[in-house]
């Protein structure tokens, strides 16, 4: 690997192109059992996904086994819905981290497919 390759590979591992890190929408929901907290939840993620226009899918980490009925929402907004029931923490910091994991596989797809466009085009 002659220098200025070396040179080269550590400005690509070292630098990564701009990108909005902070999330879209924060929020905690309270309220008694029965009062819309999921059902309001579900609302707001499908409304930030038609704004943003996603075309993933949105995930859901269920604590109290509602995904079920919110499954019809997301189907009339041809949003697909991926869910885990689990009340386990270790089982939320997997999802976490498969999380995570899938973000860095896209990240360094984009960086591979820029690589095969024409210098013009990066």
Not at 4 to 26: G, L, S
Not at 42 to 63: C, E, N, V, W, Y
Request: no cysteine.
């Amino acid at each position: 690997m002659n220098t200025k390759t070396k040179e080269r590979a550590v400005v690509d591992t070292f630098f990564m192109p701009a990108q909005n890190t902070k999330p879209y929408f924060k929020a905690a929901l309270e309220g008694f059992a029965g009062s819309g907290k999921t059902y309001t939840a579900a609302l707001i993620a499908i409304g930030i996904h038609k704004r943003i226009k996603s075309q993933k899918p949105i995930i859901m980490f269920d604590t109290e086994k509602a995904a079920k009925f919110l499954k019809p929402l997301f189907a009339d907004a041809g949003i697909d819905l991926l869910v885990r029931e689990s009340k386990s923490f270790a089982d939320l910091a997997q999802a976490m981290a498969q999380d995570a994991l899938m973000s860095r596989r896209a990240y360094k797809r984009m960086l591979e497919v820029r690589e095969m466009l024409p210098a013009e085009k990066k």
